[in-house]
């Protein structure tokens, strides 16, 4: 006779990690832009560039489309992070608990949320410290 420590756990349906991801990294983006759009969180970023005395004023559009540019391609890489941070959720609440697959579909969308947003803030981060390292080289 087998008990649930015998039953493999059920994989996680197919595409259903990206599809987590993939909303879960719009919502933090929606978090992130607070109301605002994407052009403005890049203006915001390269702001912070050149109240560090950096750059000056003249220079926020330059460096707008640099950190947009950068923002985009850190949050595209995200997206595998995010995916694969839904999927260990969705494996470790099954293992724990055989069968549970809408507690295993509430802690993938759970973990893939608390990814993005730490994600993002980590790209948010980077962007900055790569427009101050660029402006720096460029001085």
Same mark, same amino acid.
């Given at each position: ?7 493999a756990?059920?994989?996680?349906p ?11 990294l719009?919502?933090a983006l929606q ?11 890049a203006?915001?970023l390269a702001?912070?560039?050149? +109240?560090a #005395?950096?750059?000056? %004023? *003249?220079s926020?559009? /330059?460096?707008?489309d640099t &950190? ?5 391609s ?6 595998w992070?995010v ?5 260990r ?5 099954l293992e724990?608990?055989?069968?549970? +697959?809408? #507690?295993?579909?509430? %802690? *993938?969308?759970?973990? /893939?949320a608390?990814?993005? &947003?730490?994600?993002l803030?980590a790209?948010?981060?980077?962007v900055?410290?790569a427009?101050?390292?660029r402006?720096?080289?460029a001085a």
């Amino acid at each position: 006779m087998l008990d649930d420590r015998d039953v493999a756990p059920a994989r996680m349906p197919a595409g259903l990690g990206e599809e987590i991801a993939a909303e879960a990294l719009e919502r933090a983006l929606q978090a992130l832009c607070r109301g605002g759009s994407w052009r403005g969180v890049a203006r915001g970023l390269a702001w912070s560039v050149v +109240t560090a #005395g950096d750059r000056s %004023a *003249a220079s926020i559009e /330059a460096l707008a489309d640099t &950190a947009e540019a950068l923002l985009a391609s850190l949050i595209d890489d995200a997206l595998w992070s995010v995916e694969q941070a839904a999927v260990r959720a969705w494996q470790e609440l099954l293992e724990a608990r055989p069968g549970d +697959t809408e #507690g295993a579909l509430a %802690a *993938a969308r759970l973990d /893939a949320a608390e990814e993005s &947003a730490r994600l993002l803030e980590a790209a948010s981060g980077r962007v900055v410290e790569a427009l101050l390292a660029r402006t720096r080289r460029a001085a």
